[in-house]
């Protein structure tokens, strides 16, 4: 579902301006995470480009935005195609006037027995997951390169590291971001550009229900046949239950900001510490 908390509660907690004349692109920013970093970005001061798929989520993005909508970008863009990414970072840069950090939150969940996991499927969580993620990377980079304390920050997550039954795909997926991420970090060390990704688990969004429109938020976190005797064997890293996104995006705001020039190369782990 989209995410709730209004701007008005995120600026209540007496955040800081890191964000004043900063220009950011933030996709999957229609619901869940990306949404509420949208919101905590406009909080700081921020301006930002808000892109997904789903236009019923950048509405919902825009109106949660409040009186700082008029800092607020909103353009659809899906990021598993090619001339979709090209536009929408064009877009951006004609909005923003430029860029300082991108934000990569958009990507789905899919799970499935892998013999039973079509090739379609398989190609289509790479596709949107690590190809969509290194595509806005590269359309950005020329104007990360001219921009203000530039700093990337992918979406990893914890079944890059830990085992998740049933999302061979997508822990696969998510490892090919974080390895990607650290080879960035390299790449682009002498230009200035800061690239560090974030592990999200136990996060309550669309992405684990399925209730969301958006790329970032397709599909159940287990198929209907999953061998539950299994999966409760894992039931420890459940943990105390699910935080709300905003414990994703504060961490977020900080990997962004100039509170985190010293870090580029690395990932945080935001679980709730249910994978030790």
């Known amino acids: 579902m989209p995410y709730s908390h209004g701007i008005g509660s995120i600026i209540g907690r007496g955040t800081m301006n890191r964000y004043e004349r900063r220009r950011v692109l933030i996709t999957g920013a229609g619901s869940g995470i990306g949404q509420a970093t949208a919101l905590r970005l406009l909080a700081e001061g921020g301006n930002v480009a808000a892109a997904d ?7 919902s993005t825009r109106e949660a935005a409040g009186r700082s909508a008029d800092r607020l970008t909103v353009l659809t863009m899906d990021i598993a195609n090619e001339e979709s990414v090209k536009a929408g970072v064009t877009r951006t840069i004609e909005a923003l006037g430029g860029l300082d950090a991108l934000v990569n939150a958009a990507g789905i969940l899919r799970s499935s027995h892998t ?9 289509q969580i790479i596709r949107v997951n690590l190809l969509g993620t290194f595509l806005v990377i590269r359309e950005a980079l020329p104007h990360l390169r001219a921009g203000n304390a530039p700093a990337v920050v992918n979406f990893s997550s914890t079944s890059a590291a830990f085992a998740h039954p049933y999302m061979a795909a ?10 990607m991420t650290h080879a960035l970090a390299a790449e682009y060390s002498q230009d200035g550009i800061r690239f560090n990704s974030v592990q999200p688990g ?14 970032e938020n397709q599909g159940p976190a287990l198929p209907e046949d999953a061998n539950m ?10 943990g105390p239950g699910f ?8 961490v977020v705001a900080m990997l962004a900001s100039a509170d985190g020039k010293f870090i580029t190369g690395t990932e945080i782990r935001i679980d709730g510490g249910t994978h030790y």
């Open 53 to 59: 798929i789903s236009e019923n989520g950048l509405e």
């Open 115 to 123: 013999e039973n996991t079509s090739l379609d499927l398989f190609e």
């Open 170 to 179: 997508y822990a696969a997926s998510k490892g090919g971001v974080q390895s």
């Open 202 to 215: 136990s996060i309550s969004s669309g992405m684990t229900d399925g209730s969301g429109e958006s790329r």
């Open 229 to 238: 005797e299994l999966f409760g064997k894992l039931a420890p890293a459940l």
């Open 243 to 250: 935080a709300e996104p905003d414990a994703v995006a504060g």
